[in-house]
Structures are given as C-alpha cells and as structure tokens.
C-alpha cells in the first residue's frame, strides 16, 4: 500500500514515494519570470531546450512508488543541472552555463544588454537552484534512512542532432554515470542490457556523461547510485521543426515508455534487493 505525500511549493514538487528510487525532472520546467520573460528574444527560442513531455513519459513513476522532485522553473532561467559555481561541465567543449545566454544551437537567449549579471545570477541560484538541491538532498537521506542503498535516476531528452555538441545523430539511449564513478558497475550493466534489448540503439559515457546532479550526488560507496539517462527525442516524440514541439502523443511514445517501466522496475528492484 502506498502512502506518499505531494508537496507542491509555488514551482517545485516534490512526491515522497517509498522505494528506494529517486527520479529527478530538472529540465521538463516552462515558466519564466515576468522580469525574465521581458528580456527574452523569444518565448519559444528560450523553451526550445526544454525536455520535452518528459515528465508525461515518466509519469508511470509514482506507480512505482518512486519519490520524484520536479521544477516547472525553465532551464533558461537557471539550469539546476549545472555547477552552481558557473565552472563548465565540459571544459573546453560547447556546452550551455548555469543560467545559460544562448541555446545549444548558439543562439542568443537575451536582447542584447540584457543578459544576467553576477548579482542576478546569484538571485536565480538562491530561488531556484537552492531548493531544488536541498530536496533531493533531503530526499536522499530521507530514503536512505530506510534502505542501504538506492537509486537517483535523472531524467532527460534532446534533439537527435545538435551540431553545435555533438557530430551526427545521437542515439536513442544515452546513459550517464561520470566515467562509471556515480553508479555501480553492476547497475550500469543491468541499465545497459534492458536498453539493449529492446532494440534501441544506446551507448554509455558517450557525449552525454551526466550532468551536475549525477556528478555530485552519485556516490556508490555511500549507497547512492546516479545515472542520467538522456533520451534522444526521435525515440518518444517527433522532433522539433522550427522552436514549437510537437504535442505529446501517447501513441508515439508507447514502444518507449515500455522500456522506461521496464527500467525503472530493474532499478528500483536492483536498489532494494
Ligand atoms: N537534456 C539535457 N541534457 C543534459 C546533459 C548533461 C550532460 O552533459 O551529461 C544537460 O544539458 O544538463
């Protein structure tokens, strides 16, 4: 029997589930701030980087009794899966910033002039990135408290293709573990095989290694273990042609989300053995 809570403060929600798995939504958020919105180029250039329906897709989780915290803050206004320090996750590779100025295609997010400055900056860290990292900080320990080890699953789409970071067509399953140091191997292989099952192409530690939230939560050695997946578009939804995404479709995205229960049940299940 299920006994979890919803708690939803103004952007930030937070599902406490029971199973040992923790599935994180930082990017799937569309809300801009009125003083933001005002200095946007435009409303669908600073969304085109959402991750799109990703949170429909995932929407079986709390079936699974997971616990899932999620922003509907964009990731254009702050991008909590980013160092709060503003270093790069890639140093020396095109990437997108903490509270990112341009798209990943490279176009300009602000009219010129209008981009934050370092006080702003700290301002967005303080609303946003804060507390979306005291709960899943919080979460961890809560679900820690109750099991020797569990799962942080982090949640994520892109385009196939983005010249601007990656050559070619990306492929469908993306899995991120930091060069094997936020999971335990033996998980990543268990993640690997239903991947490669069912058809879809998948690689490990490929372009996508995983981002802020994999890299400083993951600690196998303390009983947490992180993965990110990303999700190339093309495998759940039709990909963007121009800025607007196509609606989400259930039927599109059947073949799909068959895989994630899948998954996600392996993991959870993995946590709790
Ligand atoms: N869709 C989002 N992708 C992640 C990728 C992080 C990484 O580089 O591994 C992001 O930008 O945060």
């Not at 899966?81 to 996750?89: F, H, K, Q, T, V």
């Not at 010249?163 to 690997?192: H, K, Q, V, W, Y």
């Not at 239903?194 to 879809?200: L, V």
């Not at 490929?206 to 993965?227: E, M, N, Q, Y």
Request: with cysteine.
């Amino acid at each position: 029997m299920m006994n979890a809570t919803e708690e939803t403060i103004d952007w930030l929600t937070i599902r406490r589930g029971a199973a040992p798995l923790l599935v994180s939504l930082p990017h799937t958020g569309t809300t801009l701030p009125d003083a933001v919105a005002a200095r946007l180029l435009s409303r669908s250039r600073a969304l085109k980087d959402t991750d799109w329906w990703i949170d429909r897709l995932y929407d079986f989780a709390a079936a699974l009794d997971a616990t899932i915290v999620h922003t509907a803050i964009s990731r254009t206004v702050i991008d909590v899966n980013r160092d709060p320090s503003g270093a790069s996750l890639y140093p020396g590779q095109a990437t997108t910033g903490l509270c990112p100025t341009t798209t990943f295609d490279g176009d300009p997010l602000y009219h010129a002039g209008q981009e934050p400055d370092q006080a702003e900056i700290e301002r967005r860290r303080d609303a946003y990135f804060a507390p979306y990292h005291a709960a899943l900080a919080s979460e961890i320990a809560r679900l820690r408290g109750s099991h020797e080890r569990i799962v942080v699953y982090d949640c994520h789409s892109i385009r196939s293709e983005v010249p601007r970071l990656f050559e070619g067509t990306l492929p469908n399953f993306n899995i991120g573990t930091n060069d094997g140091r936020s999971a335990a191997p033996e998980l990543t292989a268990l993640a690997e095989a239903i991947c490669d099952a069912s058809g879809f192409s998948r690689v490990t530690n490929g372009r996508f290694k995983g981002g802020w939230i994999t890299r400083s939560l993951g600690d196998p050695a303390g009983g947490v273990h992180a993965i990110q997946m990303e999700l190339a578009c093309r495998g759940y939804m039709d990909e963007l042609a121009g800025d607007e995404p196509a609606p989400y479709d259930a039927d599109r995205a059947a073949p799909m989300r068959a895989v994630l229960v899948e998954l996600l049940t392996a993991l959870k299940d993995w946590a709790g053995r």
